[in-house]
Antibody
């Protein structure tokens, strides 16, 4: 059974850096074709794709957020980490990690992050 | 990368069929057969319903089907049921990002 779970702070202050961890089981990020991505959803709004890392360490970022995002993986720990710098109240959202190859097959439960002073 | 265009809302009565459109460009929907659809109930994580334009993951009802024509993909739900009421999002591989989502469609079962 494939599962993913997001973890990180629920509250960050403006200008701070957010670090989120996706811990997964049931698959390996060293398997050809597999990727793990991050998607966020502000309250009452649509999904927004943020970043993706592939099994071969290829990394892709949303063009509009690329300067603020870094995605890394630790294959031995089955974890993917997303950092987002210079957080702003508009970044308040539920952040999901999800895995797949041609689509996001399996999603984590999501973690709500509020940006407020 | 602009979001894919979906209608804000659609509705239908139990037993009826509805179709949700997802319009992009030749750089995303029209250029790749990597269109997927997700169902999201309130307070829940999205669930994959269709991948690669028209394929259903194991366990997804065959009442859900997908198709594509040019730069527009479509999700059809036949035999509407009360539990189908949810938000639906399309997504496509793109030549730049590489992924983009639609703005979402709220399905109401009357």
């Amino acid at each position: 059974q494939i599962t993913l779970k997001e973890s990180g702070p629920t509250l960050v202050k403006p200008t701070q850096t957010l670090t989120l961890t996706c811990t997964f089981s049931g698959f390996s990020l060293s398997t050809s074709g597999v990727g793990v991505g991050w998607i966020r959803q502000p309250p009452g709004k649509a999904l927004e794709w943020l970043a993706l890392i592939y099994w071969n360490d290829d990394k892709r970022y949303s063009p509009s957020l690329k300067s603020r995002l870094t995605i890394t993986k630790d294959t031995s720990k089955n974890q993917v980490v997303l950092t987002m710098t210079n957080m702003d109240p508009v970044d308040t959202a539920t952040y999901y990690c999800a895995a797949g190859d041609h689509a996001f097959d399996i999603w984590g439960q999501g973690t709500m992050v509020t940006v407020s002073s | 990368q602009s979001a894919l265009t979906q209608p804000a809302s659609v509705s239908g009565s139990p037993g009826q069929s509805i179709t949700i459109s997802c319009t992009g460009t030749s750089s995303d929907v029209g250029g790749y057969n990597y269109v997927s659809w997700y169902q999201q109930h309130p307070g829940k994580a999205p669930k994959l319903m269709i991948y690669d334009v028209s394929n259903r993951p194991s366990g997804v009802s065959n009442r859900f089907s997908g198709s594509k024509s040019g730069n527009t993909a479509s999700l059809t739900i036949s035999g509407l049921q009360a539990e189908d009421e949810a938000d639906y999002y399309c997504s496509s591989y793109t030549s730049s990002s590489p992924w983009v989502f639609g703005g979402g469609t709220k399905l109401t079962v009357l």
